[in-house]
Every structure is written in structure tokens, then in C-alpha cells.
């Protein structure tokens, strides 16, 4: 699924984003609302990962979906 099938289908997906990443809020999925950037850093920050670490993450699991 790419990003903007991703967007389209917000509410679905942050279901199981947050099944991967627990610490994720749903203050924090609700600040991303699909900004793949903010996403990223909500990532970094709730993990303490770097930029590259934490994008790796999120593409694997864009990859899976």
C-alpha cells in the first residue's frame, strides 16, 4: 500500500500501526493524520530511533500492508 492509499484509509490503518508500534498514542496517530513525516517523528520520538531507523520501520510496514 503506498502513502496515499495509506491517507485514504486512515482510520483503518492506525488500527495496526499502533498493533506495531504500542507506544503510539491515539493523540499521536491523531496529531500524524497521515503526514508521513510527522508520523516518522512521532516514531523517533516514542522509541528514541534515529531518522534513518525509524524510516526503515514505517516503509517495511507500508511494504506489508
Given at each position: 500500500m503506498n502513502w496515499e492509499?495509506?491517507?485514504g484509509?486512515?482510520?483503518?490503518?492506525?488500527?495496526r500501526?499502533?498493533?506495531q508500534w504500542g507506544k503510539l498514542t491515539n493523540d499521536d496517530l491523531a496529531q500524524a493524520?497521515?503526514?508521513y513525516?510527522?508520523?516518522?517523528?512521532?516514531?523517533q520520538e516514542?522509541?528514541?530511533?534515529?531518522?534513518?531507523q525509524a524510516k526503515?520501520?514505517?516503509?517495511d510496514f507500508l511494504a506489508r500492508q
Open positions: 492509499q495509506i491517507k484509509n486512515w482510520n483503518q490503518v492506525k488500527g500501526m499502533q498493533e493524520e497521515g503526514n513525516d510527522q508520523l516518522l517523528g512521532k516514531i516514542r522509541y528514541g530511533k534515529s531518522k534513518e526503515q520501520e514505517l516503509d
